[in-house]
């Protein structure tokens, strides 16, 4: 007898005509790297998240690398991050020639669970990469005490958070 199949989706895009259209003119206008689309991308996506800048990139892997290595984390380093994640964070942390620290993630959320991060902390911890995962946000307080406390860089992970918020901020504005 076979198993039935069911499809239970994790996310739904919420994609329509709107978005079709207004990526066939950018398609058509010549304009597929950069271009005034792009500029008022970053400039609304950054009004949503309430911070100074966003800057657009063609895929959350390359966001995260260019966050790390912007802020010179290289060899020698660590991060603290989760293994509770897709592989990118990670993959973003090596890339730099950085070492990820895995620590343990909290039984009820499944996100950074703030004592196992401040107990990994070493003298060469370089800063915090929590991940918001399935649009929730981790404990920013405790974990944003404590990377003021060890001042720690702090790199949100929301690529699957965004548009979440906690206490009224939205994920990606607490780094
Ligand atoms: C938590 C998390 N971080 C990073 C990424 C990497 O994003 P991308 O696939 O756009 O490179 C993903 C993608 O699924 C993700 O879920």
Do not use: Y
């Not at 964070?89 to 909290?106: C, H, N, Q």
């Not at 990469?129 to 003021?148: E, K, R, S, W």
């Amino acid at each position: 007898m076979s198993t039935p199949q069911i499809r239970i989706p994790i996310t739904r895009p919420a994609v329509g005509r709107e978005e079709a259209d207004a990526a066939a003119e950018a398609i058509m206008s010549g304009a597929l790297a950069q271009g005034p689309r792009v500029a008022e991308f970053e400039r609304r996506f950054a009004e949503m998240v309430g911070v100074k800048h966003a800057i657009a990139v063609a895929n959350g892997t390359l966001a995260e690398e260019a966050i790390i290595q912007g802020l010179g984390i290289k060899a020698g380093d660590e991060v603290i991050t989760v293994g509770h994640t897709f592989s990118a964070t990670a993959a973003s942390i090596l890339r730099a020639g950085a070492t990820p620290r895995f620590v343990d993630i909290d039984p009820v959320t499944w996100l950074m669970d703030p004592a196992a991060a401040a107990a990994a902390i070493t003298p060469k911890t370089k800063a915090l990469m929590p991940v918001h995962l399935f649009g929730l946000i981790a404990d920013m307080n405790a974990l944003g005490a404590l990377a003021t406390k060890h001042n720690l860089d702090m790199i949100e992970d929301a690529c699957q958070a965004v548009g979440a918020t906690q206490n009224g901020k939205q994920a990606g504005s607490f780094g």
